[in-house]
């Protein structure tokens, strides 16, 4: 199997490495502190078409794949992983689900708008009540003739203070539970919807995290994405591209962790030679770099099955399982090759640890990805 990118993804990936470098990273530190997203670089990046990676041309995206887009990520998430949440979201869960799932008008009324980033967007499944159960929705949509009322209110929402376009899921039939959910493609402009409490978070503080609360919010009967009471198929089916885009996150924290124990073991000295002299260290970085090359090579093996639309529903549970808990090891030990420093904030590793442990949780946790590769091994 060739792992080789070609000219145009390396192209890609390099831009966006060379954009991470100047614009992300430069203001990362403050936006961290306040907890503010910059809106202004994930603007840019719509205009670059880092938006619309997975959208095709016919749409008015670039139509350069999935690896291409994993390969960007890293890049990004290796500087403001924040960020790196709004250009997964737009890709992975809004574009992807509207491509597989929207209708045609549904396609040409939203994706050149999402595609360029004049429009930003998220994707809302959780609730107070129900996390990784999403059969215990209580959140309703109720046909009213050509509309529909929608009534609850949503959690834990990736870009839901800024989105112009919202996908979230709804109860259409209750007594059906989880078989009984629908999807919804909702303006931000819509009466009666209206942004709640924004999440004060451990890490990607730079990332916007809100509540969506919906009160008698009427949308027309053509919101509805993909047919009724089908939406947990939506929902599970644009979570494993969403994987791998999370997986390309923590892949790219994994990097920068390891990149930074390098860079202070060459400096630090201690008991009269550079911490790098010492093979407890080596060895600590040796354990680093192969996982973080093992991660990023099997990432690059399921986006290319993606790009290939080969069903790739376990093998993104992998990644996104491994990638977390690799990642959480590497920003263990870069942490612990940093000693006190590494716990205060003038250090970059501080904040990649805090920011490396939401991989582990969201687009299903490490514990569901289990669950879902499990259940694929049984069931063959």
Not at 257 to 262: D, I, M, Q
Request: proline share 2%.
């Amino acid at each position: 199997m060739d792992f080789e990118l070609n000219e145009e993804q390396r192209m890609v990936i390099e831009e966006a490495k060379k954009f991470a470098e100047k614009t992300l990273a430069p203001a990362v530190e403050e936006l961290d502190e306040k907890q503010e997203t910059n809106l202004a670089a994930l603007k840019q990046l719509g205009e670059l078409g880092y938006l619309g990676m997975t959208v095709p041309e016919e749409y008015g995206g670039t139509g350069l794949g999935v690896v291409a887009y994993a390969g960007a990520m890293i890049e990004f998430s290796k500087a403001d992983a924040g960020a790196a949440v709004g250009v997964s979201v737009q890709n992975s869960l809004v574009n992807d689900a509207l491509v597989m799932f929207g209708t045609e008008e549904q396609k040409k009324a939203f994706l050149p708008k999402l595609a360029t980033g004049e429009w930003l967007g998220c994707f809302s499944l959780t609730e107070a009540g129900a996390g990784s159960d999403p059969g215990s929705l209580r959140a309703s949509a109720v046909r009213d003739g050509d509309q529909f009322v929608l009534n609850g209110t949503k959690n834990f929402t990736s870009n839901g203070s800024f989105a112009d376009v919202l996908i979230v899921f709804f109860q259409t039939d209750k007594e059906k539970g989880a078989k009984g959910i629908s999807a919804f493609l909702v303006r931000s402009d819509a009466p009666g919807f209206a942004v709640g409490k924004h999440e004060n978070k451990l890490g990607i503080r730079t990332s916007s995290t809100t509540e969506l609360i919906f009160t008698d919010c009427r949308v027309p009967a053509s919101s509805l994405l993909g047919k009724e009471n089908k939406g947990l198929n939506i929902a599970l089916a644009t979570l494993d591209g969403g994987r791998v885009g999370i997986a390309a996150q923590a892949v790219g924290i994994a990097e920068a962790a390891l990149e930074e124990s390098v860079k202070y073991a060459k400096q630090r000295i201690q008991f009269g030679q550079k911490l790098a002299e010492f093979q407890g260290i080596q060895f600590m970085l040796a354990d680093m770099a192969v996982d973080v090359e093992v991660a990023k090579t099997m990432l690059y093996r399921v986006a290319s099955m993606k790009d290939a639309g080969r069903k790739h529903t376990k093998e993104s549970a992998m990644i996104k399982l491994f990638a977390a808990e690799m990642s959480h090891r590497v920003c263990h030990k870069a942490l612990q090759i940093h000693g006190g420093y590494g716990y205060m904030k003038d250090y970059k590793v501080e904040r990649l640890y805090r920011d490396q442990r939401i991989t582990e949780i969201y687009e299903g946790t490490s514990e569901i990805q289990r669950i879902v590769i499990a259940r694929s091994l049984l069931s063959d």
